[in-house]
């Protein structure tokens, strides 16, 4: 690891628009990993817009962050726009190289992809995004979470958590990560069963893709068409 075997430096990625709990959910159980460090990057040291209207403050840029052992890349409404933004692609390619583990949640995936490191490889990301993991070279497998060797890819937004706890698992074992399941009351019982397309009623999904998703992930196909991985 970058400073001793009992740290574990954990790097954030984050850019405009960004969807805070892509973040704030693995972020809040990651801190609690014995010896972490969390380092919250940016290309600026300066806040940076979230989705909910309100902005974070990140503890490093691109040239002070130190070397990450776990890259995390959350997505959100801006990475269309991140994708096109060489300082922030290249930041994360030069972090994921020497990473330990190079993550991301949600479609943030594609900023790996971007960067080259999903070629190859199983990947997920948010369920309405999955019929574009082949423009960067992934293989879409239908899971929450997804171990390709060093790589995780997650699904969407909520699934930063169970990514979490995945990884936790990985690096410091299952008891640690159950111990720190338990402190968070990590107990998902929502009130209705639509987690998942499969899951809910057809028309929600159909209302929700011609709502939003239809015309986002067409901006992320555009965008993506502007993006090759080396």
């Known amino acids: 690891m970058s400073e001793s075997a009992s740290t574990t430096n954990v790097v954030f990625v984050l850019f405009a628009d960004v969807t805070q709990l892509d973040f704030t959910g693995p972020a809040q159980f990651l801190a609690r990993l014995p010896?972490?460090?969390?380092?919250?990057?940016?290309?600026?040291?300066?806040?940076?817009?979230?989705?909910s209207g309100f902005a974070i403050l990140p503890n490093a840029s691109f040239d002070s962050c130190p070397q990450a052992d776990v890259l995390c890349v959350p997505g959100g409404r801006g990475v269309a726009a991140a994708l096109c933004h060489a300082p922030l692609v290249d930041f994360v390619r030069t972090q994921g190289a020497r990473a330990r583990w190079v993550t991301s949640v949600c479609t943030?995936?594609?900023?790996?992809g971007a960067a080259g490191f999903l070629i190859g490889k199983r990947a997920t990301t948010h369920w309405a995004y999955t019929q574009?993991?082949?423009?960067?070279g992934a293989v879409h497998e239908d899971a929450r979470v997804v171990i390709?060797?060093?790589v995780i890819t997650a699904g969407g937004v909520t699934s930063?958590?169970?990514f979490a706890?995945?990884?936790?698992?990985?690096?410091?074992?299952s008891e640690t990560a159950q111990h720190l399941q338990l402190a968070h009351e990590y107990d998902p019982a929502p009130p209705f069963d639509c987690g998942r397309p499969g899951r809910s009623p057809e028309h929600l999904v159909t209302q929700l893709k011609a709502r939003w998703y239809e015309s986002a992930s067409a901006r992320m196909a555009e965008a993506l068409?502007?993006?090759r991985p080396d």
């Open 148 to 150: 390709d060797g060093n």
């Open 165 to 173: 706890l995945t990884l936790i698992a990985e690096i410091a074992g």
């Open 132 to 136: 574009l993991l082949h423009r960067v």
């Open 35 to 51: 010896g972490a460090r969390i380092f919250v990057a940016a290309e600026k040291s300066q806040p940076v817009s979230t989705d």
């Open 225 to 227: 068409q502007r993006t």
């Open 160 to 162: 930063g958590i169970d």
């Open 108 to 112: 943030g995936a594609f900023v790996l």
